[in-house]
């Protein structure tokens, strides 16, 4: 089998994918974007950074040019490659596979895929709860329906985005499960090796082995809302409770968040950006991750943390909620924004984790479900399951 595939830019939760199915296929990842160290910082990271780990090799990639007057990620324009037009004709794709539909050059390559009757998918992660307007609403209802006509079959990362999916009249048997993962046996084995020096870890947080140490990774920008993390641990030390709020990340919100954290007299570590490699010490050395987002189309950072062992408290309005999050199991829900609610579901945490609940065994049977196996076996099952339905002579 043939499949090509489109992506923005390289991106560190997909090289494990693309590496996984070079092994089974034929494959061609193709690049709109090449960013640099720069384009971190302005996407919201705070610092500039090259990613620390390999995300080319293991598969046969290539960026292709890119003839936009602006180029980047962030707006529909800023990706423009009229080459995947003429590459999609040359190569006689059994199957090609766009990371969206937001951006030219994807539908650059839809429309060349619908020219020389090659099957097209898409897999993205949009969900009905990200906060839009109602004239947006309403222009979406129109012009999704019939934009997503357009492709062949979906590939749904999870239950929020085949719920939006089939809001905008996808037909269920059109979409197919191909979840959101990261590399659970790398993340895993980190973990277990940090863990050796995890007493160590949080003697710098001035943690003992009876403090909770509760973990926000990721960018300090108002859609995370990591604010919220510092009130509700505020409101948890009135009860004398031990516990420490460790931050890692970066971004404008740091100053305030400072500030909040010493007017509330909230024990608080800022520990800066750290890169991919950095993080399982982290989640090693942590009782619980939380991620209080406004808005989050999965949130991959549960993802990781599970995989090093650690539940996870998120708001309903991040997106893996109902996939990763099973309430007293694998971690807590909250409503977004209620401070309160928040609070309440790091007692619960706090008095699982005295009273020595293991959410091991939990934790390995969801990320079964969300792993680089079941997202291969889905995309194969995905282009296997339409070619039969809707076969079609490609050219070769």
Not at 197 to 205: A, D, K, L
Not at 229 to 246: F, Q, S
Not at 260 to 270: E, G, K, M
Not at 323 to 339: A, P, Q
Request: net charge neutral; glycine share 8%; proline share 5%.
């Amino acid at each position: 089998m043939r499949l090509g595939i489109l992506v923005s830019h390289p991106i560190q939760y997909y090289s494990p994918w693309f590496r996984a199915l070079a092994k089974c296929v034929d494959l061609e990842v193709f690049y709109a974007y090449q960013g640099s160290p720069g384009h971190q910082a302005d996407a919201g990271f705070g610092v500039p950074f090259e990613w620390d780990i390999d995300l080319l090799s293991g598969y046969s990639h290539s960026f292709l040019h890119n003839v936009s007057r602006k180029p980047g990620t962030n707006s529909y324009d800023g990706c423009d490659t009229p080459e995947i037009g003429g590459i999609i004709q040359a190569r006689g794709f059994d199957a090609f596979i766009v990371c969206g539909w937001y951006l030219k050059s994807y539908w650059q390559a839809v429309r060349a895929c619908r020219r020389n009757d090659v099957p097209v998918f898409a897999r993205g992660d949009s969900q009905l709860n990200t906060e839009r307007s109602l004239l947006k609403r309403a222009v979406k209802q129109a012009t999704h329906r019939k934009s997503l006509r357009h492709f062949d079959g979906f590939l749904s990362v999870g239950r929020r985005n085949r719920e939006y999916l089939l809001h905008y009249g996808v037909p269920a048997d059109r979409i197919f499960f191909v979840p959101h993962f990261v590399d659970n046996e790398w993340f895993a084995a980190r973990a277990e090796t940090e863990r050796r020096g995890r007493q160590q870890t949080r003697e710098g947080w001035e943690a003992t082995d009876s403090t909770f140490v509760v973990l926000f990774v990721g960018k300090f920008i108002s859609e995370k809302r990591p604010a919220d993390l510092l009130e509700a641990v505020g409101l948890i030390a009135k009860d004398d409770t031990d516990i420490v709020a460790v931050f890692v990340g970066a971004g404008e919100l740091e100053p305030e968040l400072r500030r909040l954290a010493s007017r509330l007299a909230v024990r608080a570590r800022f520990e800066g950006f750290h890169n991919q490699t950095e993080l399982p010490r982290f989640y090693a050395g942590a009782d619980c991750l939380v991620l209080p987002s406004g808005s989050e189309t999965w949130g991959l950072v549960v993802n990781e943390g599970m995989a090093c062992g650690l539940p996870a408290i998120v708001s309903d309005a991040v997106g893996c909620s109902p996939d990763l999050i099973e309430e007293g199991r694998t971690g807590f829900s909250f409503s977004v924004g209620d401070v309160k609610a928040l609070a309440h579901k790091l007692r619960l945490a706090v008095s699982l984790r005295n009273s020595g609940f293991d959410f091991a065994p939990f934790l390995d049977e969801k990320l079964r479900l969300y792993s680089i196996d079941a997202a291969v076996n889905g995309t194969l099952d995905a282009i296997e399951e339409i070619g039969r339905r809707f076969p079609r002579q490609h050219p070769h």
